[in-house]
């Protein structure tokens, strides 16, 4: 079946430190691929998506690019910040649901 | 603003006894679901709903039932039935019928459950 795996964390930076949370999927057909972000304490919101081979998601400076002949979709940053400490899952559409990955913890320290 | 409200955020419960965790939207999507996480597991399906008065098991659905009599509503009952209830759980709702739809999950901020 369809499955996402996601590096394991805890991944601990400093204030302007490069990122990369790799993920990498296996699924049939074209799944739309999303990174979502948690915070302490609350839900998971939508940091970016991409629905088709080569598409590059982008928010709040991360990225991310749809590459089907790697299976991945690796999150990238060029400079974290201290708020940018969080929980990242690496999710992959599977109608109706979604499918997730464990999640990355990320800890920026000042 | 619209969204999904979930309640109670944090609940106790003495062993034996069922719990019932609120999810409301008022996105007018159809679709609705319950996640669980975990420390270090990740997020993993309970139940979803596609339409009014239908549901589906997810991958963990056993010690948990479900009820959607309204579209906004989709309440999660965690009864004495399941094993390990301490969690943090998740609603999150899509609109599954629009055009363009791209399958993303719209996530309320959670209800965490403590068994004493």
């Known amino acids: 079946g369809n499955s996402v795996t996601q590096m394991e964390g805890p991944v601990t930076l400093s204030e302007e430190a490069f990122l990369t949370i790799n993920c990498t999927y296996t699924a049939t057909g074209y799944p739309s691929l999303f990174w979502y972000v948690q915070y302490p304490g609350e839900g998971l919101q939508l940091l970016l998506k991409?629905?088709?081979?080569?598409d590059k998601g982008s928010n709040k400076g991360f990225e991310a690019t749809y590459r089907k002949e790697t299976t991945s979709f690796h999150l990238e940053k060029g400079s974290v910040q201290v708020s940018d400490s969080a929980v990242y899952f690496c999710a992959l559409s599977d109608r109706p649901a979604l499918i997730f990955g464990k999640g990355t913890t990320l800890s920026v320290s000042s | 603003d619209g969204g999904i409200t979930q309640s109670p955020k944090y609940l106790f419960r003495k062993e034996g006894q069922n719990v019932t965790l609120s999810c409301e939207q008022n996105l007018n999507h159809d679709a609705m679901y319950w996640y669980r996480q975990d420390p270090g597991q990740g997020l993993r399906l309970i139940y979803y709903?596609?339409?009014?008065?239908?549901?589906q098991k997810g991958d963990i659905a056993e010690g948990y039932s479900v009820s959607r009599e309204k579209k906004e509503s989709f309440p999660l009952t965690v009864t004495s039935a399941q094993k390990n209830p301490t969690a943090f759980y998740l609603c999150?709702?899509?609109?599954?019928?629009?055009?363009?739809?791209?399958?993303?999950?719209?996530f309320g901020e959670g209800s965490r459950l403590t068994v004493l």
């Open positions: 991409a629905t088709k081979a080569d």
């Open positions: 709903s596609q339409i009014v008065n239908d549901f």
């Open positions: 999150a709702s899509s609109n599954i019928q629009g055009r363009g739809d791209t399958g993303e999950l719209f």
